[in-house]
């Protein structure tokens, strides 16, 4: 749907994504286009679910989630949170898709050293692929 007048244009949301049974390798090139088209800087954050029951095969298991994570961290100014529960888990939060939002988090230190970061704060929207009809 990116690039076409059905994508939602939405901006300065949090974009919260997560997926079953899809394949390391798509999941990658599907968070690129998004990236490289500029939905992704758009946003206030990004809130990754868990993206599980997909069967890893010689090609998909060199994938390293973490460092493809932090490679999209680099990319961003904004947050990216992983691994969250949502979605098609069993253990999950609820997420009020739509409504005015404020997230507090604080950024992972490298390596345990140095004093904890600061609290950050974001306001936003809740948003996760709302479609406009024809």
Same mark, same amino acid.
């Given at each position: ?22 394949? @390391? ?14 939905? $992704?800087?758009?946003? +206030? ?19 390293? #989630?973490?460092? #493809?994570?932090? #490679?999209?961290?680099?990319? $961003? +100014?904004? @947050?990216? $949170?992983?691994? $969250? ?6 253990? +999950?939060?609820?997420? =009020? ?7 507090? #988090? ?11 970061? @600061?609290? +950050? ?8 692929? =709302?479609?406009?009809?024809?």
């Amino acid at each position: 749907m990116l690039g076409t007048p059905y994508f939602p244009q939405v901006q300065g949301g949090v974009l919260f994504l997560e997926d079953v049974s899809e394949h @390391p390798y798509r999941l990658e090139r599907m968070l690129t286009q998004l990236l490289y088209a500029g939905v $992704l800087a758009r946003q +206030k954050a990004i809130l990754l679910g868990q993206f599980t029951d997909f069967t890893l095969t010689r090609t998909t298991a060199a994938t390293s #989630w973490p460092a #493809w994570w932090q #490679w999209l961290r680099g990319q $961003l +100014k904004i @947050p990216v $949170l992983t691994n $969250l529960p949502f979605g098609h888990v069993q253990t +999950k939060v609820v997420l =009020p898709v739509g409504a005015k939002v404020e997230m507090r #988090w604080r950024a992972r230190r490298h390596a345990g050293v140095g004093p904890s970061p @600061p609290l +950050k704060r974001a306001r936003a929207a809740l948003f996760s692929n =709302p479609l406009p009809m024809p």
